[in-house]
């Protein structure tokens, strides 16, 4: 059986395996302030075009969004995503938990647009209760998306130039960064995203990492008493040095964007081959996140060799199957999807 069902069901990048036994017998500062994280965030900082920025280092994603968008909102505040936003269905509540409200916009083909978010604001301002609703204070975006699609440097400024208007941060999901940056047609780097975002971070858990994220804090008035936050929050890892380490190997030389592209690349030639086959996509993107709707016997064909998630239903009733291809598939795997996709 070959695994599609995510991003991240193998361990680590055998790099990242080999620095932390070669530094294992070694003793380091704890909580992240040690030579690593030093390491990691200059090596990150090469490919972002600026050093006025504060790095730390997480361990998941859902602990860095409610980490970093609690710190920057107050309680009377509220963040802003697409109705399919990671924040809103796959976090079980967290931004809730600590007693903040998610204003939800519906999605184009899993992105929030400019258009939507300028809906919501314009309901606030002309509130004449505002003492009786939420303040919209933060834009989250996850690219590249749930479906798998990222946003155009177009449509990022168009939001940004939102959230300029109207004194609103902007907050950009990377946990699969990578995937999106190396995908064909994408017109954004990290100097760009590095321009346009109050904080963003870079995926390390699916995107090579045994774990971790890269938060990256740009505004200014989000880096004050940011680490308490972390504490506060159960984000500072005592050991930190080995998010530090992993990092540091995955930009040191670039790793981390060749494997990521390679990732893509395998997920195109799986595309193509479904395209080829007359099944449909959807939506359509670029990236490691594969959308195809299967019908009964197409499903039952494929899940003999294969496992892949449910995703719903498309208008014409057949399934929605994700199929991811990672850092980790290699050329096999691939050749045994294909080959079962082309025998349908």
């Known amino acids: 059986m070959f695994r599609w069902n995510n991003d991240y069901n193998q361990g680590a990048h055998p790099a990242i395996l080999q620095a932390l036994q070669q530094t294992n017998q070694y003793a380091y500062a704890g909580y992240g302030l040690d030579e690593w ?26 602990q860095t969004n409610y980490t970093l968008i609690s710190h920057a909102l107050r309680p009377w505040q509220s963040a802003v ?16 938990h600590v007693g903040l409200k998610i204003l ?13 978010l300028h809906a919501i604001i314009a309901a606030y301002r002309s509130s004449n209760t505002k003492e009786h609703i939420t303040e919209p204070k933060l834009v989250y975006l996850s690219s590249p998306s749930e479906l798998g699609t990222v946003y155009a440097k177009s449509e990022l400024l168009a939001i940004k130039h939102e959230c300029l208007q109207n004194d609103l941060l902007l907050f950009i999901d990377g946990a699969r ?6 995908a064909k047609g994408n017109d954004v780097d990290l100097k ?22 890269a938060l990256v804090i740009v505004n200014d008035a989000l880096k ?3 680490r308490a936050s972390m504490k506060q929050n159960g984000g500072m890892l005592a050991k930190g040095w080995l998010l530090g380490l992993q990092f540091y190997t995955l930009f040191a030389d670039g790793l981390y964007f060749e494997i990521t592209k390679k990732a893509d690349e395998q997920a195109d030639r799986i595309r193509d081959a479904l395209i080829k086959k007359g099944i449909p996509l959807c939506p ?34 057949r399934k929605i199957v ?23």
């Open 177 to 182: 960064l990578g995937y999106g940056l190396g």
């Open 192 to 213: 760009t995203v590095a321009s346009l975002a109050d904080a963003f971070y870079i995926g390390g858990t699916k995107c090579g990492a045994l774990f971790g994220e």
């Open 284 to 317: 359509e993107n670029r990236t490691n996140q594969i959308f195809a709707s299967l019908d009964a016997e197409q499903e039952k064909i494929l899940a003999q060799g294969h496992i892949f998630e449910q995703e719903g239903y498309d208008p014409d009733g």
């Open 104 to 116: 939800t916009a519906p999605a184009k083909d899993g992105k929030l647009t400019a258009e939507a």
């Open 322 to 344: 994700r199929f991811c291809t990672s850092w980790s598939t290699d050329e096999t795997a691939v050749d045994a999807l294909i080959a079962d996709i082309e025998s349908l």
């Open 224 to 226: 004050k008493h940011f």
């Open 37 to 62: 994280c030093d390491k990691g965030s200059l090596a990150i900082k090469k490919y972002l075009g600026r050093t006025d920025v504060d790095i730390h280092f997480l361990i998941g994603g859902t």
């Open 81 to 96: 995503c697409a109705d399919c936003g990671h924040i809103n269905v796959h976090e079980t509540g967290a931004l809730e």
